[in-house]
């Protein structure tokens, strides 16, 4: 595990798109379809803007840690924040882009996750983004809830999110350990704690930040005020 601090949560996120654009880079240019799980909140739409056409974008593919179950466009959805500021700019080929259900689709929650879990590639993920809420939850994996205990589904459904709205899709550790790289993105105070208590070694009940690794490399870009309960 690798820790690295910055300034600011604008030089934060100018290096994690710079460690992106490589890592997508290296993928193309090893003949593979670079895959991506994405995350959403603030920090991740200043990595989005400052994603550049500095690597191919386009021959790319996105999934997403979890999405709240709300109507297509909707202004709490994930897959909305993403396309806004970063795969419209980009083009990104619609068959490139697996966004999770929405609210109003054909299917209940446990199919809709299950499907979703079908769209997953068998290789592993090159990137897992995920940001960490001031709980340490990640995803939609939330302290004190069942979802952190599944060992079999990769996807799964949340009726009961404690931070609205409440019903929610979220991968599980089976889908977001199976990756390469897990890059944790945190800024601000407020997430000071949680970043102590997960990479303090916290039970994954109490800090489920804490039960998120990668294959081969996990690293924590943290600003210096998220940083700041580090011993």
């Known amino acids: 595990m690798a820790i690295e601090v910055f300034d600011t949560p604008d030089l934060l996120a100018q290096a994690v798109a710079r460690r992106?654009?490589?890592r997508v880079t290296?993928?193309?240019?090893a003949g593979r379809t670079p895959t991506i799980v994405l995350t959403g909140g603030s920090i991740a739409t200043r990595i989005y803007a400052e994603l550049a056409h500095d690597a191919?974008?386009?021959?790319?593919?996105?999934?997403w840690g979890d999405e709240r179950v709300v109507p297509e466009g909707h202004?709490?959805?994930?897959?909305?924040?993403?396309?806004e500021g970063f795969l419209d700019r980009f083009?990104?080929?619609?068959?490139?882009?697996?966004?999770?259900?929405?609210?109003?689709?054909?299917e209940s929650m446990a199919q809709a996750a299950d499907a979703y879990a079908q769209t997953l590639p068998e290789e592993p993920f090159d990137v897992v983004l995920l940001g960490v809420g001031p709980d340490a939850h990640i995803a939609s994996l939330f302290p004190g809830h069942p979802q952190v205990h599944e060992t079999q589904?990769?996807?799964?459904?949340?009726f009961d999110s404690p931070k609205p709205p409440p019903q929610r899709i979220t991968l599980t550790y089976p889908a977001l350990n199976r990756t390469r790289a897990t890059w944790f993105?945190?800024?601000?105070?407020?997430?000071a704690e949680a970043v102590a208590k997960a990479i303090g070694g916290a039970p994954i009940e109490q800090a489920p930040a804490a039960g998120a690794r990668g294959l081969e490399e996990t690293v924590w870009f943290l600003d210096r005020a998220a940083a700041s309960k580090l011993s």
């Open 75 to 83: 202004e709490d959805r994930n897959d909305r924040q993403a396309r």
């Open 91 to 106: 083009d990104v080929p619609a068959e490139h882009v697996h966004a999770m259900p929405a609210h109003g689709c054909d």
């Open 153 to 158: 589904r990769r996807a799964v459904e949340v």
């Open 26 to 29: 290296e993928g193309v240019s």
């Open 56 to 63: 191919d974008w386009r021959a790319a593919e996105y999934w």
């Open 185 to 191: 993105v945190v800024a601000g105070e407020d997430k």
């Open 20 to 22: 992106l654009a490589t």
